[in-house]
């Protein structure tokens, strides 16, 4: 028997033949090529238009497909209610990815109305046939009581399941479990294992729990410089507690060399991204002068952000400022003030 060639051209050819005497495979096939380009150009109207037709003709997959089009507005306009429509047909039909993004629309409120109820016995279906980020969310239903009652145990159990699979976010949520004896009894060696093994997938979280790990021994030997490391991955991920730790590791010369302007530039991408310690930092090091040129000015304006949102040490510092009158405290600053830091949330 002779050998065929691997010809996409051809094949979509034959696909085509067949889908169009009303084959739903074909025409699901049909769809794929013309989603990813093979053996023609991409076409997302295309690739909607054949999974449609296979989506119709009863096709699981094809209608999970048309879910995922109908939701993100691929090769059609964007319609949550059809979206959530097609996920039900398919995971009505047994398509456990389906049944998971039918807990999600259950969950948030996607095309239907939000019921967490529902949504846990989707995500419990789609879980038990052994869908790794049913079963994470499951862990997370079972951790906080959300659509059924609380349990810890059984928490750590599905979190257990998802980890096995590599899904990252399960295996830091293990992490936390080991950690802290949630639904488990504390095993900080357990804890240190499964940080490692998500961040090492590139979890921000992982990563900067595991450069604390590293830095104060937890489960593994004290190691600064290894500590410096994961805690870089996780804050050039956008972590903002890693990027706050990372300019306290630059100012105080922590598993690397000082470096306060450094240090500025990672607590300025902290506060940013809203963490109020690092706020706190930033003005000081406007105000002194640490990595960049003093500014009373822009001090203020970081130790006010930082007041607002309850940090006692900042509120403290506005009210030396303000007590000492400084010539940049005009009415607008003044109003801020009194608005912002004697408020009742802040108090």
Request: glycine share 10%; hydrophobic share 30%; charged share 25%.
């Amino acid at each position: 028997m002779g050998v065929v060639d691997k010809n996409k051209k051809k094949a979509l050819e034959c696909y085509l033949k067949a889908a169009k005497k009303g084959n739903i495979y074909a025409q699901f096939q049909l769809g794929y090529c013309y989603q990813f380009g093979v053996g023609t150009v991409k076409n997302k109207i295309q690739s909607f238009e054949w999974y449609l037709k296979s989506a119709e003709n009863g096709n699981i997959y094809a209608q999970f497909q048309i879910g995922n089009y109908y939701k993100d507005g691929i090769g059609t306009v964007k319609n949550e209610i059809q979206s959530f429509e097609w996920y039900l047909k398919s995971a009505g039909g047994g398509n456990i990815s389906a049944q998971f993004q039918l807990g999600n629309c259950y969950k948030d409120g996607i095309g239907t109305d939000k019921d967490e109820k529902k949504a846990f016995e989707w995500y419990l279906k789609s879980a038990k046939e052994g869908n790794p980020s049913a079963q994470f969310q499951l862990g997370y239903l079972y951790k906080y009581g959300v659509g059924t009652d609380k349990d810890e145990i059984k928490a750590f159990e599905w979190y257990l399941k998802s980890a096995k699979e590599g899904h990252p976010e399960a295996q830091s949520k293990l992490a936390n479990c080991f950690k802290n004896g949630i639904g488990t009894d504390k095993d900080k060696k357990k804890a240190f294992k499964w940080y490692l093994k998500s961040a090492e997938k590139g979890n921000a979280y992982a990563q900067f729990r595991l450069a604390n790990c590293y830095r104060y021994g937890i489960g593994t030997v004290r190691n600064e410089e290894k500590s410096f490391e994961w805690c870089l991955k996780s804050a050039e991920g956008g972590n903002s507690e890693a990027q706050y730790n990372l300019g306290e590791s630059y100012r105080y010369g922590v598993g690397i060399t000082k470096n306060n302007k450094k240090a500025f530039e990672w607590y300025l991408k902290s506060a940013k991204e809203g963490n109020v310690t690092a706020q706190f930092q930033l003005a000081n090091c406007y105000r002194y002068g640490i990595g960049i040129v003093r500014s009373e000015e822009k001090s203020f304006e970081w130790y006010l952000k930082s007041a607002k949102k309850g940090y006692i040490y900042a509120q403290l510092q506005l009210g030396n400022f303000y007590a000492n009158g400084y010539r940049f405290l005009n009415e607008e600053y003044l109003r801020q003030y009194k608005v912002g830091c004697l408020s009742k949330n802040v108090r």
